[in-house]
T-cell receptor
Framework: KAGVTQTPRYLIKTRGQQVTLSCSPI?????VSWYQQTPGQGLQFLFE???????NKGNFPGRFSGRQFSNSRSEMNVSTLELGDSALYLC?????????????FGPGTRLTVT | GESVGLHLPTLSVQEGDNSIINCAYS??????FIWYKQESGKGPQFIID?????DKRQGQRVTVLLNKTVKHLSLQIAATQPGDSAVYFC??????????FGKGTKLSVKP
């Protein structure tokens, strides 16, 4: 069974631009969560989608948004990019929503904002 | 302002020795804990999990111990191998269903 895939793997953007990242979960997994990983803050939860609905949200500004499609694929968007948005963005999928379910991570998208 | 790079605790062990990685968690109400391994250039990989109704759980070469009294979690790796070199994160299940990650420990295995 194929793992979680994320595209693109690397991205360079300029301040003020917007970016869209894509995540394809493991087949059969309906929950997709997004995390931001930086050297300063570590791994931080952005949001979770299940059945095309955002179920949970972390403490990030409204510039960070996402959506999930009927095939469970998910995208996240960051608008008006700032230098501090440079990070590894990780997507994780799991069978079901909510607590206590094993999450499988993709390789991440490395975003650099200049 | 400029962000400061996170200084990860580092554990260096000799190949074949046992490794113990420790983690303190914050929420006494957390009922689910996981250890992840992250190799350079890759996403975190699930190692082992434990629920709060257990004190110990064993996997292949790994054991997780949970001490709820002092909110402490540890991961023991038996007969550590060079392939075990990575950053190890503990995570607790958050109230929103998300995972709350610790800062990580970098394990280096000397051949």
């Amino acid at each position: 069974k194929a793992g979680v895939t994320q595209t693109p793997r690397y991205l360079i953007k300029t301040r003020g631009q917007q970016v869209t990242l894509s995540c394809s979960p493991i087949s059969g997994h309906r929950s997709v969560s997004w995390y931001q990983q930086t050297p300063g803050q570590g791994l931080q939860f952005l949001f979770e989608y299940f059945s095309e609905t955002q179920r949970n949200k972390g403490n990030f500004p409204g510039r960070f948004s996402g959506r999930q499609f009927s095939n469970s694929r998910s995208e996240m968007n960051v608008s008006t990019l700032e230098l501090g948005d440079s990070a590894l963005y990780l997507c994780a999928s799991s069978l079901r929503q909510g607590r206590s379910y094993e999450q499988y991570f993709g390789p991440g998208t490395r975003l650099t904002v200049t | 302002g400029e962000s400061v790079g996170l200084h990860l605790p580092t554990l260096s062990v000799q190949e074949g020795d046992n490794s113990i990685i420790n983690c303190a968690y914050s929420n006494s109400a957390s009922d689910y804990f996981i250890w992840y391994k992250q190799e350079s250039g890759k996403g975190p990989q699930f190692i082992i999990d434990i629920r709060s109704n257990m004190d110990k759980r064993q996997g292949q070469r790994v054991t997780v111990l949970l001490n709820k009294t002092v909110k402490h979690l540890s991961l023991q790796i038996a007969a550590t191998q060079p392939g075990d070199s990575a950053v190890y994160f503990c995570a607790e299940g958050g109230s929103q269903g998300n995972l709350i990650f610790g800062k990580g420990t970098k394990l280096s295995v000397k051949p």
